[in-house]
């Protein structure tokens, strides 16, 4: 749908403004997702992080004319041809466009709140409704106060029916979400268990969630969960509650048992006096939630009770986040099986696009049939044929009838169609993808995941998983407690603590992060080769790799005078000047530095040359982490702080200086100064015990043999454990060459699986080891996690006696790395 700059502008209440001409399709946030700027107007959010006023003139540049503002800056003075419209709130702005957008349509909208299973709760019911309806459904968890408006502008003329997931942080946001929304079916989920909280602030978060269903016509909630209802109650949301219970006969919708079978569970229910039962492919307590919440919804909507076992029993899991893997002949896939409406293939091609990373590599595009669009196969495929251009895919495999009819619409340099996934596999052109960056995008009945096996390479199932999502929320957490003009450094060196510093390093780069750190010039020249153009700190710089720190733009770190000399020299002789460098000062670690007493000839020596020119001054705390050192490194930071004082009124030029690693980030938060060095912390470990980080790396293995061993056996090389009873014993594909460590055996260590702890018997092998699974309800090939979110690295560290740090580094470089991303 298209609107008109000035319709946007009246809804904006602006008026007597003169405009350009223009029409909108897109709304943008996020400069970054740029993808067809004529079309587009820029909303200027400003947090207190960021100011996206600073990205205009870059819009401006990429042809960007239609901009939401909150102030005109003086250097667009030459955007003549440019619209802007000034609001005192941007993203109110952005809200009431959206809002606006909602009251076109009379469909029925489902909003979904709750504190958990929104997503899951939205992609079920699309799956259980898309037969019926033509689904506009917010994207992935976009539920947030921009989130939720840039779902909602997706509505259009064919749709019949939209699922939106709305989700809050802070008080008072929802009523905004309630007008974007409107929902006439409210559906509320689960409510969060009361953690430290008191009874009080529970109810009063539940009905600001509530707040949400002010306007509908029904709630959906569970009966049993007195804060939700008492909650509703004083909403005065009961006349209108359609309750589901477990305990009240006469509730609405009933729940007599729930029986679970093997990989199933029955749910045995009553509505309207009559008995029924589904069942689902799921066993854990929230699926069961889950379902029921959508069997609600199915029952208001008249769907027939024998219809919703039929589909129930086809629940698919909800593949919550895009896959990125490594793929054979140096390919890389980005693996998105579970969705294909046209929203996520818009999604799934931005995102792909975004990569920029591997612009060297072909993007190819395999897809299949569209299904339940209510749009005819010729528009349909039209309108794909054009996100396929606008995506800038040069090799397109399409399967399945329609798109295989409608191949002509397609303009790709290669186009190559098949009716059936079998087709396409058997046609063997798969064998010979190389070096491309390849999205998988299949509705379900086409399974993708036969394609995804062959094109994936897999050599060793013991891997390394890296969440980049958490390492972006844990980077923002971090930015988030600094200043605004304090400078992140993040640590990427030893292979970015393990987890792979090129692909860390890609993604901080994304996401704007200003500064990083390595430890020797080969990981900075790495960076370099793989498109990292942010500034590079090389923390132990040889004295004769030069050729590659000047050429590369690494800048070094200097902590002695021969160094120091040796830079000059070089500099000097290759006639570079102010060559950036970072001088370090050894306040009390006794590691690398100059020492205080130095100082004096430092300057003297910086003053008589010109190929230098020191960017920062800093130091590294010896004990940051431990409060029982705090004098000490409170003497770290004056002495670092007199040095730069001195150095400062020498040199006659501003030096930055830093001194805080992540637990000194945590805990001296006021000697933040200009840059912090921030490492472990992003890697999701808190030294200090700080909450709110988020698990990065999941080392998993599979277990590949399962035995019953009699009592009295000995199990593993030395025969250094003897049963004490007869055991299952499990034996898992990892050992000591892939960096579990041998102090792990002998029931040291522990591995997590299926949801309980086993511990690691005997000794560990080079690569292998033996765990007890007695009583753990497991199978070969089931997946094994060796630490991650429920056994965190700093207690597998504790329980060998030593530090998070030498956990993740030590794992072996032949463990593959696998990143995931929503
Ligand atoms: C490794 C390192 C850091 C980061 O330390 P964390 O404890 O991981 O935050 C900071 N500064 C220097 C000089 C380092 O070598």
New binding site residues.
């Given amino acids: 749908m298209k609107y008109s700059i000035q319709k946007i502008a009246s809804i904006l209440g602006i008026k007597n403004q003169y405009l350009l001409e223009g029409e909108i399709t897109q709304l943008l946030t996020d400069s970054r997702k740029l993808n067809y700027p004529q079309e587009t107007l820029f909303f200027a959010i400003e947090t207190r992080q960021n100011d996206a006023h600073k990205f205009i003139a870059d819009l401006y540049g990429s042809g960007v004319r239609n901009f939401v503002v909150t102030k005109i800056l003086p250097e667009w003075k030459s955007f003549t041809d440019a619209n802007f419209l000034k609001v005192g709130n941007t993203l109110h702005a952005l809200q009431r466009v959206a809002a606006y957008h909602r009251k076109q349509f009379d469909i029925p909208v489902i909003g979904i709140t709750g504190s958990n299973g929104k997503t899951v709760v939205k992609e079920w019911l699309y799956q259980l409704l898309e037969e019926d309806y033509n689904i506009v459904r917010s994207p992935r968890s976009y539920n947030s106060q921009t989130g939720v408006p840039l779902s909602v502008w997706e509505l259009n003329q064919n749709a019949t029916l939209a699922i939106f997931e709305a989700g809050i942080s802070q008080p008072d946001e929802m009523k905004y979400l309630e007008q974007v929304i409107r929902p006439t079916i409210g559906v509320f989920t689960k409510l969060g268990e009361a953690h430290q909280e008191n009874f009080s602030s529970q109810q009063q978060k539940c009905m600001e969630k509530l707040e949400l269903f002010t306007n509908s016509n029904v709630v959906i909630f569970e009966e049993d969960n007195k804060i939700i209802n008492q909650s509703a109650d004083m909403m005065v949301l009961l006349q209108k509650a359609f309750c589901w219970s477990r305990k009240y006969p006469d509730a609405p919708l009933y729940i007599r048992k729930t029986e679970k079978n093997g990989e199933r569970t029955t749910i045995h229910y009553s509505f309207l006096n009559f008995d029924y039962s589904v069942t689902i492919p799921f066993t854990d307590d929230a699926s069961v939630e889950n379902a029921i919440s959508c069997l609600a919804v199915m029952l208001y909507l008249n769907v027939k009770p024998e219809k919703i076992s039929e589909r129930m029993m086809k629940l698919e899991p909800v593949a919550m986040r895009l896959d990125v893997r490594q793929g054979k002949n140096n390919c890389i896939i980005i693996n998105d099986t579970y969705n294909s409406d046209i929203n996520s293939i818009k999604i799934a091609l931005d995102f792909q696009q975004q990569r920029k990373l591997e612009r060297t590599m072909k993007k190819t595009l395999i897809i299949s049939d569209i299904l339940q669009t209510g749009l005819l196969p010729k528009s349909l495929y039209k309108y794909v044929a054009e996100l396929v251009q606008h995506g800038r895919i040069e090799k397109l495999i399409g399967i399945g009838h329609d798109i295989c009819e409608n191949s002509e619409v397609f303009t790709v340099g290669e186009k190559f169609f098949f009716r059936s996934t079998e087709d396409f596999i058997r046609s063997e052109i798969w064998k010979s993808f190389e070096n491309e960056l390849i999205l998988l995008k299949g509705s379900r009945k086409y399974h993708f995941e036969q394609i995804n096996e062959l094109l994936e390479q897999r050599v060793h199932e013991t891997v390394l998983e890296v969440d980049l999502d958490a390492l972006v929320h844990n980077f923002n957490f971090y930015k988030s407690r600094i200043s605004p003009n304090t400078k992140l450094i993040c640590?990427v060196?030893a292979n970015g603590y393990g987890a792979g510093a090129v692909e860390i390093a890609k993604t901080l780069q994304y996401h704007r992060c200003p500064y990083f750190?390595v430890a020797v010039a080969e990981e900075g020249i790495e960076l370099r080769k793989e498109g990292i153009s942010t500034p590079i700190i090389v923390?132990n710089p040889e004295v004769n790799g030069f050729e590659e720190l000047f050429s590369k733009d690494l800048e070094p770190e200097v902590y002695n005078f021969r160094i120091l000399d040796a830079f000059i020299r070089e500099a000097e002789r290759r006639g570079i000047t102010n060559y950036p460098i970072h001088v370090k000062i050894d306040t009390g670690m006794h590691r690398l530095g100059f020492l205080p007493a130095q100082i004096p000839e430092l300057i003297g020596r910086l003053k008589s040359q010109k190929g230098l020119k020191v960017k920062s001054l800093f130091s590294?705390l010896a004990a940051s982490e431990s409060w029982m050192f705090d004098s000490f490194t409170q003497e770290q930071i004056a002495t670092l702080e007199a040095a730069h004082r001195e150095i400062c009124s020498q040199l006659g030029y501003p030096v930055w200086k830093h001194i805080l690693?992540?637990?000194g980030i945590e805990r001296f938060i006021d000697a933040q100064w200009d840059m912090v060095?921030?490492?472990?912390?992003l890697y999701g470990v808190s030294?200090s015990g700080l909450s709110g980080l988020r698990n990065v790396v999941t080392l998993k293995t599979t277990i590949l043999q399962i035995q019953e061993i009699p009592n009295h056996e000995t199990v593993g090389y030395g025969r250094k454990e003897t049963l004490n009873r007869d055991t299952r014993i499990a034996t898992i594909r990892i050992g000591y060459a892939d960096g579990l460590d041998r102090k792990c055996g002998n029931r040291n260590g522990k591995v997590w699986i299926n949801g309980k702890y086993a511990p690691i018997v005997g000794n560990v092998c080079m690569d292998l080891c033996m765990i007890d699974i007695t009583g753990i309800d497991a199978k070969e090939g089931d997946t094994v996690v060796v630490f991650g979110e429920n056994l965190p690295v700093l207690e597998v560290a504790e329980s060998i006696n030593t530090i998070p740090?030498e956990i993740l580094t030590s794992i072996s470089p032949r463990v593959k790395r696998v990143y995931v991303k929503e």
Avoid: F, P
């Avoid at 060095?677 to 912390?681: C, D, K, Q, V």
């Fill in positions: 640590m060196k750190a923390l590294h690693n992540s637990a060095r921030l490492g472990i912390g030294a740090y």
